[in-house]
């Protein structure tokens, strides 16, 4: 059995259009209108094709502070984008997310990358970065949810109290599904491009093991810290006839 990584040309990966193309389709005919899939799509294809790039470049740099560079980028980033679903309260609640993110986010990185993993050196970018990027991303979905739902409830006249734990289920839902799902329901991303790449199945199952575990502790120490560090700043907003507290 060839364990090298089949290599993609242009044609053969234009294949894998052909079903985008059925599928906007179906979106035209039902007028479901293409003009938003078209963008996602477009940008997608764009910022794929120039992180290649610029992770080629990186990787071939070997650089530590580029690294920490790269990292805080990502942070901002997850933090800003976190608060999408409150958008009248990003500026607002901004700190609290940030925090949360490189606190929750960051202890869990830290120890994957240099407990569990014990990189040399300790930026080692082939991994840090994949693995930042599934910390930060996952951590910065969680307290999207969570932000979202503790203004809902807040909304419906719910106290500080039991917002804030439905904010917290609702933003581990995903996460505790994914638990369940794994290996019964679908193969993750790291364990399907690891097999790909000619890794045995079983060690690909460890380095699955350890992200899914990065991915719960992720969510939930990122979540239960925005919830704490955001309350103050709720409250303040909540002056105009929210009552946030309780």
């Not at 059995?1 to 990966?13: F, G, H, K, R, Y």
């Not at 407990?115 to 996952?138: E, K, S």
């Not at 439905?166 to 019964?184: D, E, K, T």
Request: aromatic share 8%; hydrophobic share 55%; net charge positive.
């Amino acid at each position: 059995m060839e364990d090298a990584v089949l290599t993609l040309s242009l044609p053969q990966l234009s294949l894998a259009l052909v079903p985008v193309a059925i599928t906007l389709l179906i979106l035209w005919r039902w007028s479901f209108g293409v003009g938003n899939p078209l963008y996602a799509l477009g940008r997608m294809l764009a910022q794929l094709l120039l992180i290649g790039y610029v992770l080629a470049w990186i990787f071939g740099a070997g650089n530590g502070v580029l690294i920490v560079l790269v990292l805080a980028i990502m942070l901002l980033a997850s933090s800003w984008i976190a608060l999408g679903t409150v958008k009248e309260n990003r500026r607002r609640l901004l700190g609290a997310s940030l925090a949360s993110i490189v606190l929750g986010g960051g202890f869990t990185l830290a120890l994957i990358t240099q407990g569990v993993l014990q990189l040399d050196p300790w930026y080692l970018p082939r991994y840090m970065i994949p693995l930042a990027g599934m910390v930060f991303a996952n951590s910065m979905t969680a307290v999207s949810l969570a932000a979202e739902r503790l203004y809902a409830e807040l909304d419906h006249g719910l106290d500080w109290s039991g917002a804030r734990h439905a904010a917290y289920q609702a933003a581990m839902i995903p996460v505790i599904n994914s638990l369940f799902a794994v290996g019964l329901v679908s193969l993750p991303g790291m364990m399907t491009g690891q097999i790909l790449s000619g890794v045995s199945p079983l060690v690909a199952a460890r380095y699955q093991i350890m992200v899914m575990c990065m991915i719960f502790a992720s969510a939930g120490i990122s979540t239960a810290l925005f919830l704490a560090l955001c309350r103050r700043h709720v409250m303040v907003g909540a002056g105009t006839g929210r009552q946030a507290g309780g």
